[in-house]
Antibody, heavy 126, light 110 residues
Framework: EVQVVESGGGLVQPGGSLRLSCAAS????????MSWVRQAPGKGLEWVANINQDGSEKYYVDSVKGRFTISRDNAKNSLFLQMNSLRAEDTAVYYCARIGYYSDSTGYYSYYFDYWGQGTPVTVSS | QSVLTQPPSASGTPGQRVTISCSGSGSNIGSNAVNWYQQLPGTAPKLLIYSYNQRPSGVPDRFSGSNSGTSASLAISGLQSEDEADYYCAAWDDSLDGWVFGGGTKLTVL
């Protein structure tokens, strides 16, 4: 059974740092892109960052560029999000998600978040 | 302000058919597949529809997706009380080099 389980959330002061972890199991972790998606209280979903299979390609939403770093350890089936210079607007539940893929009859590939964790809450407040 | 536009709310009675729209642009829906997610109250999002109209195993065929140009739609037929949830559309955006979501539609079953 595919599972992703986040940990590391908590209360942090503005300007502080936090490192989130995501433990993956039930699939070949090193074969998939992975992602972090967040949801502020009472708000919608917001994609945060993506990382490819070997960690050589990373993408970030503009609002976290230069402050957050996504990384992975394929030997430990783990995904991470290092969050620095945290702001009140970073307060959210952070979800780890696997990026699945599908190829249709024409060979076109499409991608989607196929498995999500239960989320870990991050609160940035003094 | 979300890059993809969804109506904030939708409603229907049990057994009815409802549709939820998702409007984007050429750099996202116009170029890349649309996916839909269901988020039941207090739970993590769940993949509902991928690649415009494909259903993961376990998702009832009451749920279907379609698209036309820079818009997409989610249709739910035979509405049931357990369908009451938030629904989000999403697509990769080639200009932003990132995933974009709609603001979400809260579906109420009356």
């Amino acid at each position: 059974e595919v599972q992703v389980v986040e940990s590391g959330g908590g209360l942090v002061q503005p300007g502080g740092s936090l490192r989130l972890s995501c433990a993956a199991s039930g699939f070949t972790f090193s074969s998939y892109w992975m992602s972090w998606v967040r949801q502020a209280p009472g708000k919608g979903l917001e994609w945060v960052a993506n990382i490819n299979q070997d960690g050589s390609e990373k993408y970030y939403v503009d609002s976290v560029k230069g402050r957050f770093t996504i990384s992975r350890d394929n030997a430990k089936n783990s995904l991470f999000l290092q969050m620095n210079s945290l702001r009140a607007e970073d307060t959210a539940v952070y979800y780890c998600a696997r990026i699945g893929y599908y190829s249709d009859s024409t060979g076109y590939y499409s991608y989607y978040f196929d498995y999500w964790g239960q989320g870990t809450p991050v609160t940035v407040s003094s | 302000q979300s890059v993809l536009t969804q109506p904030p709310s939708a409603s229907g009675t049990p057994g009815q058919r409802v549709t939820i729209s998702c409007s984007g642009s050429g750099s996202n829906i116009g170029s890349n597949a649309v996916n839909w997610y269901q988020q039941l109250p207090g739970t993590a999002p769940k993949l509902l529809i991928y690649s415009y109209n494909q259903r993961p195993s376990g998702v009832p065929d009451r749920f279907s997706g379609s698209n036309s140009g820079t818009s997409a739609s989610l249709a739910i037929s035979g509405l049931q009380s357990e369908d009451e949830a938030d629904y989000y559309c999403a697509a990769w955006d080639d200009s932003l080099d990132g995933w974009v979501f709609g603001g979400g539609t809260k579906l109420t079953v009356l």
